[in-house]
């Protein structure tokens, strides 16, 4: 299968194209400059430098890869958190979730591939009313009035557009793994990542060989329809972050009232840290056949911080 990636060398992209090489598949990935040119090529695919925002250049570089399928991949987040303003930090990647999946899609359709598949995110956005795991068949949160909200009201529009497409969309837990535990481990270990309130927010996390993963299954199994993709436990913050705190050789984590933290830290941080949600894999399981090689956030985060000693 001729497989387009867009995005291919972001952290799920990174992940994503040696494994379809490695399945026998023929890979086309973008890059946005000739240094991550030349990373795709290292990869061993054929590169190519595309503009996601940019309708002619996307639709260019699809017509000329001639692709079976499409894989959307493409973000833009920094590597420094600004968990305070999201919006800022999102700004670019929230572009490329609406404009560029518009792009994408047409280039799909100009060129008769329906084989599409693209990523969102599921880490803690649940509707905030229930259970703490949810289903794909409850609603997402979008947190409206609140810094979160262009975020999730972006992932929400590429899960409606490709869908009702005829593409699968598969919601990501949070990452971590290989390019994404800097952002992560730092702030523990510095003390700048608190429980706040009771911390009883449920968070998915997703190793981003799973991701991958996940993304060749679907790939190859042409699905459509909306898909979780996340680890097997969900988990409260107080229970994840105190262990990644102890797993990275730091101290325990500081303990934050909500009414404090809210001026500090904005009140997106402190929905996410008392009311987020979690979700359930069990769809993907059932109708992809997917596995996750990293069932738990516990062994992942110590293998994952182990390899940076």
């Known amino acids: 299968m001729r497989v387009f990636v867009a995005g291919g060398t972001g952290v799920v992209g990174r992940q994503l194209v040696p494994q379809l090489l490695a399945r026998g598949h023929q890979v086309t990935a973008t890059a946005t400059s000739p240094k991550t040119l030349r990373l795709v090529e290292q990869m061993g695919a054929e590169a190519v430098i595309m503009d996601g925002l940019d309708a002619e250049s996307v639709g260019k570089a699809v017509t000329q890869a001639r692709p079976d399928a499409i894989t959307h991949q493409m973000t833009a987040i920094g590597a420094k958190a600004d968990m305070k303003h999201m919006d800022r930090w999102f700004a670019t990647t929230n572009r490329l979730r609406t404009e560029g999946t518009d792009h994408l899609l047409a280039a799909a359709k100009a060129n008769g591939v329906s084989n599409f598949v693209a990523q969102s995110y599921g880490g803690w956005n649940g509707v905030r009313?229930?259970?703490?795991?949810?289903?794909?068949?409850?609603?997402?949160?979008?947190?409206?009035?609140?810094?979160?909200?262009?975020?999730?009201?972006?992932?929400?529009?590429?899960?409606?557009?490709?869908?009702?497409?005829?593409?699968?969309?598969?919601?990501f837990g949070w990452l971590y793994g290989a390019g994404a535990m800097d952002a992560l481990v730092g702030p523990v270990r510095k003390r700048q990542f608190p429980i706040v309130g009771g911390g009883r927010g449920h968070t998915s996390w997703l190793h981003v060989d799973d991701a991958a993963s996940a993304t060749v299954l679907a790939l190859?199994?042409?699905?459509?329809?909306?898909?979780?993709?996340?680890?097997?436990?969900?988990?409260?913050?107080?229970?994840?972050?105190?262990?990644?705190?102890?797993?990275?050789?730091?101290?325990?984590?500081?303990?934050?009232?909500?009414?404090?933290?809210?001026?500090?830290?904005?009140?997106?941080?402190?929905?996410?840290?008392?009311?987020?949600?979690?979700?359930?894999?069990?769809?993907?399981?059932?109708?992809?056949?997917?596995r996750p090689r990293h069932p738990s956030w516990r062994q992942g985060f110590k293998d994952e911080v182990a390899k940076k000693a």
């Open 129 to 171: 009313q229930g259970g703490w795991v949810k289903t794909e068949e409850d609603p997402v949160d979008l947190w409206e009035g609140t810094v979160a909200h262009t975020i999730m009201a972006a992932a929400h529009y590429v899960e409606d557009v490709v869908v009702k497409a005829g593409g699968a969309v598969l919601r």
């Open 220 to 290: 190859e199994k042409q699905a459509k329809g909306l898909f979780n993709i996340a680890d097997d436990e969900p988990a409260p913050v107080n229970e994840w972050l105190p262990y990644l705190a102890e797993v990275a050789g730091a101290k325990p984590p500081m303990r934050v009232p909500s009414w404090l933290a809210r001026p500090l830290a904005g009140s997106a941080v402190v929905g996410l840290m008392t009311e987020g949600r979690g979700f359930s894999n069990a769809k993907a399981k059932r109708e992809l056949g997917w």
